[in-house]
């Protein structure tokens, strides 16, 4: 395999052969096993995961590459290097800040951060509506999933987070764990999870023959004193990096190396950018601090530049931080062979956004006097710095953390307690997508940028201005209501009153500014098109035929799904899926409104058939006041497919029956079994297969029925993943079906 995979790396016309543990990841992946990579930074480690995808991807099994990131802004990196790797592949950037796949159903490879994966499978995806709970929790189910850098995932929430939804699709879904600095504890704790990865890392003559190690020169110093201009500006015709912690302090030590303006070029780049200035100050970076060197130029970030950027610098300045995060930002400067710089470290004025004991261990660690940074070096620095904190922090265990998971994604699916999902992420992670407009009402989001903003550092400034500002409504006729509270709004608009933007700093919170965010042109999303009127019958027959449409493209016979202990049976399961959701709008009342609300609109029409869908676009008030004045109001259909559709289901194993009903009741995002109504005496027309009388359900069947419907304890394990994948390919299938009867 290993002369096989040096032949086919050869396409890639990277100018070399692999590494030897290029190879070795390429053998674990095409036999179908999880991998934990340890490798220095500028190594490769990227190019080692996605060669074997993109030379044989049906030999890994996987239908898409999911490669997540510890932070948004490094996914710039990845995105830019796989769509240069992978010309006519699809390549997307699935980010708070730009959400090209908010689905992750576009991509071949998605870049994206484990904060959207993660929320996802919790069932709680940032930056989308309540509504949509489920629609993410089984997108890795098929898929190759990559975290990197996952030494910087917070070890008690996410690392053990990450395990244990990961571990659930163990049959489905591959993993590749990859890092420069994992201590003992984290990879130990991988190693005997039922992921059961293969573990592979370099060995140290391996280490001395990269370009990046044995031909660079990189030394660190220990600065007195805080970061400041005046410290940058000693090494002022260099090229520089200047690393700060937090946000305001990076903004404020960049207006202070701009007056006076100095005679070469000095940028800021931070996570609180519009997306076109973003896309201009890593345009820059990318110039001034590539492989060639463009004479003296400095550029200030914050945690942005630690991974997944390929750039490197003679003078690299940070601020003290964590050892495992001071390495990664050290891997920025002498990156590429023969080079040679010096990372100067300074102290910080507090230990913000870190613990302070996490400041103190790498404070005992740095020498007085200047030292050789060599991956054996760092190495051992980080395992004394974090190995006994790290194994604090995972002594839980990824087996309590899985049941602390489920227990959350019930709530989430039942809705029966509003439960966030940041506590398993880490904290104060859940985002809030902010735009800056005095008034909005009347403009889509969609059109306007907005910039994500973490919803612990939003409330503050948001508090001290009275509380400003908008909540995007879906349901408003100006799209907007008055923003009474920030605890579960996912999308907000302030005034310039309490956010001040520049092109050159960023947005600040709490400030005065005079402007208001820039149009957008918006991505294309399912479930957001005009309805055209349907038959219920024509209905089910799209349903049906997309959702096996996508079942063959992700579930193709090699792949993972087709692997799965319920692999055999998915083509059956999601064709009745599709079949029974939307079964209970052939209820009597439904269809009663069906035909008052196609009158008011067009006092000729009759109902002849009975009807999936009338016509409605969201976007003409007309059709809105319509919807509006027609009473009864129209009913909930989930509930009655779910009691309808549990009479006409096959004698399955309860696993099967249940996760095709869990499919069909959440469909819309709810979890309600209320409300069930008898059907229209013309029913049985429409349904294709075998009838027989139903009536609703007395109060004891629909108790019943509700108790028995999601599995609790360890069966929920078991279940969840089909459940979840029906329910996932059963909203995809319906949104993409009804979109193609619009369009005719």
């Known amino acids: 395999m290993a002369d096989e995979f040096a032949l086919a790396f050869k396409k890639l016309n990277t100018g070399r052969p692999p590494y030897p543990y290029q190879t070795k990841v390429a053998e674990a992946l095409w036999s179908r096993r999880n991998v934990v990579l340890r490798a220095p930074t500028g190594s490769g480690k990227t190019l080692a995961v996605l060669a074997p995808f993109l030379l044989d991807r049906a030999r890994t099994g996987a239908r898409r590459l999911i490669y997540a990131l510890p932070l948004r802004t490094l996914a710039q990196g990845i995105y830019e290097t796989a769509k240069d790797l992978a010309p006519g592949w699809t390549v997307k950037l699935q980010t708070g800040e730009q959400p090209d796949d908010p689905f992750f159903t576009l991509g071949d490879i998605i870049v994206t951060t484990y904060d959207q994966v993660l929320s996802g499978m919790l069932c709680g995806p940032y930056g989308q509506s309540p509504r949509l709970n489920n629609i993410n929790a089984a997108a890795v189910a098929g898929n190759l999933v990559v975290f990197d850098e996952f030494h910087l995932m917070d070890p008690s929430r996410a690392f053990l987070t990450g395990i244990a939804c990961l571990s659930l699709f163990r049959d489905v879904t591959r993993s590749v764990w990859m890092t420069a600095t994992a201590t003992s504890p984290l990879v130990n704790e991988l190693r005997g999870s039922p992921l059961q990865p293969e573990c592979i890392s370099l060995a140290p003559q391996e280490v001395e023959a990269l370009p990046s190690v044995g031909t660079v020169r990189r030394e660190l110093v220990r600065e007195p004193g805080e970061l400041t201009a005046e410290a940058v500006m000693r090494n002022a015709r260099a090229r520089s990096l200047v690393v700060l912690n937090s946000v305001a302090r990076a903004q404020k030590l960049f207006e202070a190396l701009m007056e006076p303006e100095p005679d070469f070029p000095v940028r800021l780049m931070h996570a609180r950018f519009f997306r076109s200035d973003r896309e201009e100050k890593q345009g820059f970076a990318k110039e001034y601090f590539g492989r060639e060197n463009r004479g003296p130029c400095i550029l200030i970030a914050t945690q942005v530049i630690e991974a997944g950027l390929d750039l490197t610098c003679d003078h690299l300045h940070t601020e003290i931080c964590p050892m495992n995060s001071l390495v990664q930002r050290a891997g920025r400067c002498a990156r ?17 956004p870190y613990c302070k004991e996490e400041i103190d261990a790498t404070r005992r660690l740095l020498p007085d006097c200047r030292v050789m940074l060599t991956p054996a070096v760092t190495e051992l620095w980080v395992e004394e710095a974090h190995r006994v904190p790290d194994e604090k922090e995972v002594r839980k265990g990824w087996a309590a953390r899985q049941i602390e998971c489920s ?3 019930r709530h989430r699916v039942q809705r029966t307690e509003e439960v966030g999902v940041a506590e398993l992420i880490r904290p104060g992670s859940d985002q809030v997508r902010v735009a800056i407009r005095q008034d909005p009402r009347g403009v889509k989001p969609a059109n306007i940028q907005t910039i994500p903003v973490y919803r612990n550092q939003l409330s503050g400034p948001w508090e001290n201005a009275g509380r400003p500002g908008w909540r995007y409504s879906p349901d408003r006729d100006g799209y907007w209501e008055e ?3 920030i605890r579960e709004a996912f999308l907000v608009a302030v005034p310039p009153s309490m956010a001040r933007y520049t092109k050159e700093t960023g947005l600040v919170l709490g400030q005065t500014g005079d402007i208001e965010s820039p149009p957008r042109e918006a991505p294309r999303r399912p479930a957001f098109s005009p309805l055209r009127r349907e038959a219920w019958t024509a209905h089910a027959r799209l349903v049906q035929g997309e959702a096996l449409r996508r079942l063959g493209e992700e579930g193709f016979a090699a792949g993972l799904l087709a692997a799965s202990p319920s692999g055999g049976r998915l083509e059956e399961l999601v064709r009745w899926s599709a079949n029974l959701h939307d079964l209970g709008k052939l209820q009597a009342t439904w269809q009663r409104w069906a035909e008052a609300y196609e009158r008011a609109r067009d006092a000729a029409y009759e109902h002849k058939e009975l009807l999936a869908h009338t016509n409605y676009d969201s976007n003409l008030p007309e059709d809105r006041a319509c919807e509006k004045s027609v009473r009864p109001c129209r009913p909930g259909h989930a509930a009655a497919s779910t009691w ?20 069909v009741l959440s469909h819309h995002g709810g979890w309600s079994l209320d409300d069930i109504g008898p059907l229209d005496p013309r029913w049985d027309d429409a349904w294709s297969g075998k009838a027989r009388a139903m009536d609703p359900p007395t ?3 629909r108790g019943n029925m509700a108790k028995g419907l999601m599995p609790t304890n360890r069966r929920f394990f078991d279940w969840w993943p089909l459940a979840s994948y029906l329910m996932r390919t059963l909203r995809l299938s319906d949104w993409r079906a009804t979109e193609d009867n619009t369009r005719g």
């Open 483 to 485: 923003l009474k509270g």
């Open 644 to 663: 309808y559709g549990y009479q006409l289901l096959p004698e399955w194993a309860a696993i099967e029956k249940t996760a095709v009903l869990a499919a």
């Open 699 to 701: 109060p004891t069947e």
């Open 407 to 409: 227990d959350t994604i």
């Open 336 to 352: 590429f062979e023969n080079q040679a710089g010096l990372v100067h470290v300074y102290d910080a004025p507090n230990p913000f």
